[in-house]
């Protein structure tokens, strides 16, 4: 490329300022575009020049990484030293940074894998996403966060039916509490606690308190048989 002035002298060429602009904006964009197709041809070169063994092997240390994201829980950091050896570790390290070009394929490697369906599935991981991460640690970290943002919301999921049922069982407890007579002695209702009649209380005042249990759940929390609280709840 031959080399050319930027900045023009505005009175050689007798040209006014706005033109000056022009051109030196239009010479930016050539120079800006040259560098680009110089940097890419600078990268396939490398790429071409390679060490096969390195590129084999650096792949599958992300591959059996890449399964380790989607089934430990840990830190990143953890996880990987926890997942191969000293040495496979170490090299990860030094290369974590280098352009990878194999991710597409280890994603469709494990796209049958329960829990990688599961991401994808609840979009939480694409292809396309997947197409973005330029590095073996890019890639990586995306799957981490991945599994760490579904099973963030799973255990919100979980935490709010906790609640839900413990606010049911409170809701049914001072339910039946409220039918006790009040003139009942304090000895006369810790009997009564320990009663069949107290369990089958419970169950009519859970399911009226919240129609949609199902007599598997309610089982679960009374610990009265399933066949039990169905003949309870006929009647």
């Not at 007798?14 to 010479?27: A, I, K, M, T």
């Not at 390290?93 to 796209?111: P, Q, R, S, W």
């Not at 709010?160 to 000895?187: F, G, W």
Request: proline share 3%; net charge neutral.
């Amino acid at each position: 490329m031959d080399e050319v002035e930027i900045n023009l002298d505005m009175e050689e060429y007798e040209l006014d300022p706005s033109e000056v602009r022009h051109l030196n904006r239009r010479r930016l964009s050539d120079i800006h575009t040259a560098e680009k197709v110089l940097k890419q041809e600078k990268i396939n070169i490398i790429i071409s020049m390679s060490d096969p063994e390195k590129r084999d092997r650096l792949r599958n240390v992300v591959r059996n990484l890449h399964r380790a994201m989607l089934e430990k829980e840990g830190s990143f950091a953890d996880i990987i030293e926890s997942s191969v050896s000293t040495e496979d570790v170490l090299f990860f390290l030094d290369n974590k940074h280098d352009k990878f070009t194999y991710g597409v394929n280890i994603f469709e490697e494990f796209i049958e894998h329960h829990i990688q369906k599961k991401l994808v599935s609840g979009g939480f991981m694409s292809k396309r996403d997947i197409k973005k991460q330029k590095s073996p640690y890019q890639h990586l970290k995306y799957v981490f966060d991945s599994n760490s943002d579904m099973r963030t919301r799973e255990d919100l999921e979980n935490m709010k039916k906790s609640i839900a049922v413990s606010n049911s069982r409170l809701a049914a407890a001072e339910a039946m509490l409220n039918t006790l007579n009040s003139e009942i002695e304090d000895r006369a209702t810790k009997a009564i606690l320990n009663t069949k009649e107290w369990k089958k209380m419970e169950v009519v005042m859970l399911k009226m308190q919240n129609p949609n249990f199902t007599n598997v759940e309610i089982s679960k929390i009374t610990g009265v048989p399933r066949p039990t609280i169905i003949r309870w709840l006929k009647k």
